[in-house]
């Protein structure tokens, strides 16, 4: 079955900028159904939506992170990816990647499919 | 933007309860509203999407209701395996989660 899986470095430094990525397998990115997104969760607090990828580049993002988030997708690795800029201690996170269902085709949907999540703290 | 308030922000139940939680809109989102599971130290799981409507695999004791504004997610009959942390999502415009509501063993 689909499986996502994240991975990088789980310590940036203040001001840098934090990079992820997110494997798929057991399925193709490339599916027109669906988008991909990334979430985050800060320690003991809630989720935030922080942007979603479709497999032709279509992007769209939070807009309290836009002027710092840059997600991509490479298609030919089954990968999309997660550049969040100018970091601080307030980005120290679990992220998620997901898969985004739509409810119909062409719908909003559900984030349906998640990886384990992977801790990432901002600290010099 | 869309805010997503949920009450209580906690809960003490009982096995075999039945336990109601509620999310509120700060506009009208149809029924655009995802309800999801998460115990401490995993990712959430999609319970209901669309409102209503069960994701597959999921316990017929949890149901989802609502339109507009307000939403309720049901659990009929509380299970051991049930005490977890449940956040509602909307999906009108952009994603939005509420801010959880933490389920916990009376």
């Known amino acids: 079955q689909l499986q996502l899986q994240e991975s990088g470095p789980g310590l940036v430094k203040p001001s840098e900028t934090l990079s992820l990525t997110c494997t798929v397998s057991g399925g193709s990115i490339s599916s027109s159904s669906y988008y991909w997104g990334w979430i985050r969760q800060p320690p003991g607090k809630g989720l935030e939506w922080i942007g979603s990828i479709y497999y032709s580049g279509s992007t769209y993002y939070n807009p309290s992170l836009k002027s710092r988030v840059t997600i991509s997708v490479d298609t030919s690795k089954n990968q999309f990816s997660l550049k969040l800029s100018s970091v601080t201690a307030a980005d120290t996170a679990v992220y998620y990647c997901a898969r985004l269902s739509p409810y119909y085709y062409g719908s909003a949907g559900a984030f349906d499919i998640w990886g384990q999540g992977t801790m990432v703290t901002v600290s010099s | 933007d869309i805010q997503m308030t949920q009450s209580p922000s906690s809960l003490s139940a009982s096995v075999g309860d039945r336990v109601t939680i509620t999310c509120r809109a700060s506009?009208?989102?149809?029924?655009?509203l995802n309800w999801y599971q998460q115990k401490p130290g995993k990712a959430p799981k999609l319970l209901i999407y669309a409102a209503s409507s069960l994701q597959s695999g999921v316990p017929s004791r949890f149901s989802g209701s609502g339109s507009g504004t307000d939403f309720t997610l049901t659990i009929s009959s509380l299970q051991p395996e049930d005490f977890a942390t449940y956040y509602c999502?909307?999906?009108?415009?952009?994603?939005?989660f509420g801010q959880g509501t933490k389920l916990e063993i009376k």
């Open positions: 999502q909307q999906s009108y415009l952009k994603y939005t």
């Open positions: 506009q009208s989102i149809s029924s655009y």
